[in-house]
């Protein structure tokens, strides 16, 4: 059962290899000793109705037809090499395999297209826009780009990665409306546990739990006006005398999305923004721009550029107040002051964290940290983020750090922080009460591997699909070829 889980895992990956990129739109770095990936996604549609015509036509290199979506053998071999290019072991990823993933994703699509789920234009080339930047940041140029890719010129590359986006958000979006609402209660899980073999039990890697204080600095109310008066200077420029609103967020915005104009498309408000920002968002009209707003981020004007029933598409504007070497020269030395107190036994770290620390998400959890894989309090050595490690690797038992000055990957204000390391736990056999939180993450994916199976049943049966002669014979996980 566990294995079943872990080879579903795999074949994950083949959903997300357009030329090195995963879901995150993240670009890898190509290897430059691997066959460069040439982009052929092809979505050419065909007939339903012409069944007969095209069973008369020699299907060379054309692998399988799903829905008005075409697989080519190339297809196949390319989306091997992207998965190598990804670092990804291949070891148990077999050529048929790799076939049904692909028929997969292109059901997945087609179906969410006749279920009218939509992804739009400008989310599709703005993801787009996001790789392409990073490959120029990474390969060199966009000529090197271009060469690499085997492509003759930017229009040519850009329009292979529509199709190659579009097939994998439709894709993504199908499969999240169907496990969407699957949840998992106590009994499923005890039940899924006692159901694996005990010589099959997953092993834990390492773990440990970690807890910090966090002191972020507070801008001078000069600062903070300073901003205000900035960003009203540039809302009545684009008010009052057409300004474009794209153009001063390049100029300004010291947000991550400064680039390109500070668009943000299809905002919901299930997105992961913070609550004030989607607020806004949804309170605002349609070509109307906001007051200065503050999130944690800064302070903000936003701009509502589309309305699509639930989705906005939005621009914004986000200004820091400036943060002086004094006000985080300060911090440290109130950090070295909470730890000196806390070693003299005058209160406990996890009081401090209470009582000290400007972390909401932590502070009133004695600054225990959550890992984001599973919101859980366990991080297993192998897995954690390198900053993480690098940061608490060398503490021992009850040690607690000298002030670590942090940047805010997201674009917030720099901090400073003190460590702990509260709880180790050595390699071992999963253990029910122990492990609680990772089993119940193993049984709610195998229930939502089981619905998928279930809806793939269902949708192979009512969907046009046929298979070249020679991939007939494959032994694939879906049964593809209708008898």
């Known amino acids: 059962m566990y294995k079943r889980i872990k080879v579903a895992t795999i074949l994950v990956l083949i959903s997300v290899c357009g030329f090195g990129y995963a879901q995150t739109d993240s670009i890898v770095v190509p290897d430059t000793n691997l066959e460069p990936p040439e982009m052929t996604v092809e979505n050419t549609s065909i007939n339903k109705d012409s069944t007969n015509n095209f069973k008369k036509v020699k299907l060379d290199g054309i692998a399988a037809v799903i829905g008005d979506y075409v697989i080519l053998d190339s297809d196949i071999d390319k989306t091997l090499i992207d998965l190598r290019n990804q670092g990804a072991s291949t070891e148990d990823v077999t050529r048929c395999g790799l076939l049904g993933k692909l028929m997969e994703d292109r059901l997945y699509a087609h179906q969410a297209v006749q279920d009218s789920i939509l992804v739009s234009d400008d989310e599709v080339n703005l993801t787009g826009d996001r790789q392409l930047q990073s490959l120029v940041q990474q390969i060199g140029s966009m000529e090197k780009v271009l060469k690499y890719y085997k492509k003759d010129n930017e229009a040519d590359f850009r329009e292979e990665l529509y199709k190659i986006n579009k097939l994998r958000m439709l894709s993504e979006k199908m499969q999240q409306s169907i496990v969407s609402e699957i949840e998992i209660t106590p009994e499923e899980v005890r039940q899924f546990f006692n159901k694996i073999p005990e010589s099959e039990r997953p092993v834990i890697g390492a773990e440990m739990e970690i807890a910090q204080i966090v002191k ?105 107040p400036e943060i002086t070497q004094s006000a985080l020269d300060k911090l440290k030395v109130e950090l070295d002051s909470i730890r000196q107190n806390i070693m003299d036994g005058k209160y ?106 279930k809806w793939m049943d269902e949708h192979i049966e009512d969907t046009y699909i046929t298979l070249n002669e020679g991939n007939r014979d494959c032994e694939f996980a879906n049964n593809w070829v209708k008898e």
């Open 348 to 453: 406990t770290f996890e009081e401090a964290a209470l009582n000290f620390s400007d972390q909401k998400e932590t502070k009133f959890d004695g600054g225990k940290l959550r890992n984001p894989q599973d919101f859980g309090p366990r991080f297993e050595l192998t897995k954690m983020d390198p900053e993480l490690y690098n940061q608490v690797r060398n503490l021992e038992d009850d040690e607690i750090s000298l002030p670590l000055f942090e940047k805010d990957p997201r674009g917030g204000p720099p901090k400073y922080k003190i460590m702990k390391i509260t709880n180790r736990y050595d390699e071992h056999v999963a253990d029910f009460a122990q492990d609680y939180i990772k089993i119940q993450q193993l049984a709610k994916t195998e229930k939502q591997y089981n619905a998928i199976k």
């Open 216 to 320: 972020e600095p507070k801008p001078s109310q000069d600062e903070i006006q300073k901003v205000i008066d900035k960003l009203n200077k540039i809302k009545a420029d684009v008010e009052d005398n057409d300004a474009s609103f794209n153009v001063k967020a390049i100029l300004y915005s010291q947000g991550p999305s400064k680039s390109k104009g500070g668009a943000i498309p299809s905002v919901t408000k299930e997105s992961g923004y913070v609550a004030r920002f989607k607020d806004m968002a949804f309170v605002l009209q349609e070509g109307e721009i906001s007051e200065p707003f503050e999130t944690q981020f800064g302070w903000h004007i936003m701009k509502v550029e589309k309305i699509r029933g639930q989705e906005r598409d939005v621009r914004h504007i986000l200004l820091q």
